[in-house]
Structure formats: C-alpha cells, structure tokens
C-alpha cells in the first residue's frame, strides 16, 4: 500500500518568507509526528497529533512553527518569518491505533528538504 | 548531556566485515529501544526494535540491550554493499511516545 506522502520534496525560499509543508499519512493511521533532521544528525522531534489534536507540541523550537491537522488525516507544518537556521529536512510519520502490543511502529515519509536563503 | 549518545562515525568496512554499532542514553525512564536504517535522502525505516535487556536476532542483524549499563548496540554479519546508509539509534518512554534519536552513525561497506 502507499507510504507516508511528504510535498513538497524540495523547497528554496528566502529569508523572512512563509512556508507550508505537507503530510499524507498512511491511512487508517492515527497519529502523526512532524520531524526535523538536521545535516549529519539524527531526526529531532517537533510536534505529534492523536487525531486532530496535538498531543504533544513541545518540540516546536520557537511561535514561527505551527502545524495543523484539521480532519486527523492531513497535516501542514507552517513556518513563518523563515530563517537561515530552519534548513533541514522535515520528516512525517505515521502510525496505527496502538493495540497494547509492544512499539507502535512510526513509518517516515521521504521528507522535504527546506533551504532558506 | 544529551539523551541519547551515538557513534558519528563514518564508518567504513569490506564487505563480509562484522559492524558493530553502539549509543548510550541517560534517561532509564525509556521503555523501548530501536535501530532506524535511512538511506540516502530517504526517510528512516525500522530495522528492529526491543523492550527487554538481552539480544534480539533477525537473520544478519543482532540488537543488544543492557539497561545496567544504558548501553545497546547493533551488530551486523557478513555485511553487504547494501547495507551502507545511516544507521540511527532511537528510544521511546511509551508507546505512543515521541522517538529520541542518537545522531547516527554513517556505515560504508565497500566490495
């Protein structure tokens, strides 16, 4: 079946400039994770949805990050006033409704890979 | 101190070589430990994961965990070409948790 979705692939944008980057999950998945990887580190934690709602937002660096996810299937992370510093890769993921049986597998999109210049 | 502490590596082996791979954590509150691969400019997918101390096998790869210690490490037999990518150390508290990530350690098997 189809994998995590992540659009754009790519995106260039100057500084001070508004982004949105999009999520399609897997479907039938209820929770979604938003990531950041930086070059040559490992993915850090933004935000996670259960539903519609953020279950936990704290990974969000600073009030220029925002992410949505209105009808719990799609989500958009919104980056305002981008700056040098946001260039990373953002990565989604998705996973089923736990079933109280062991590590409720995350499955990762390809990411999209934001440059502010 | 970060949660989660990883070899950068890179790393790199002739093909056949046994890999060892390792991370230390300080927060004895994880539950679940895992091995990410990602390839080059793809997302990470999930190699193998564990909840006990001990070691877990699943055909070349081995995973080992020693929470005494905080310490788990993946090993790899008769590693193949195919195996280079980046290799991404992870620990949850919970199941529907966020994933804490080492830096991970970049694996080069030449033939």
């Known amino acids: 079946g189809a994998g995590v979705s992540q659009t754009p692939s790519n995106k260039v944008t100057e500084k001070g400039k508004y982004v949105e980057l999009r999520c399609d999950p897997i479907?039938?998945?209820?929770?979604l994770y938003w990531y950041r990887q930086s070059l040559g580190q490992g993915p850090e934690f933004l935000i996670y949805?259960?539903?519609?709602?953020?279950?936990?937002d704290s990974g969000l660096p600073n009030d220029r990050f925002f992410a949505v996810r209105p009808e719990g299937s799609v989500s958009t992370l919104k980056i305002q006033r981008t700056e040098r510093g946001d260039s990373a890769v953002y990565l989604c993921?998705?996973?089923?409704?736990?079933?109280?049986?062991?590590?409720?597998?995350?499955?990762f999109g390809p990411g999209t890979r934001l440059t502010v210049l | 101190q970060k949660e989660v502490e990883q070899d950068p590596g890179p790393l790199s082996v002739p093909e056949g070589a046994i890999v060892s791979l390792n991370c230390t954590y300080s927060?004895?509150?994880?539950?679940?430990f895992m091995w990410y691969r990602q390839y080059s400019r793809k997302g990470p997918e999930l190699l193998m994961y564990t909840y006990s101390s001990g070691n877990k096998e699943d055909g070349r790869f081995t995973a080992q965990v020693d929470k005494s210690s905080k310490y788990i490490s993946l090993f790899i037999r008769d590693s193949q070409p195919s195996d280079s990518a980046t290799y991404l150390c992870?620990?949850?508290?919970?199941?529907?948790?966020?994933?804490?990530f080492g830096q991970g350690t970049e694996l080069s098997v030449k033939p």
């Open positions: 993921a998705s996973s089923p409704p736990g079933g109280g049986k062991g590590y409720n597998e995350q499955f």
């Open positions: 927060n004895s509150a994880f539950q679940y």
């Open positions: 992870a620990h949850i508290y919970n199941q529907g948790g966020k994933l804490i």
């Open positions: 479907s039938g998945h209820t929770a």
């Open positions: 949805f259960q539903g519609t709602g953020a279950a936990d």
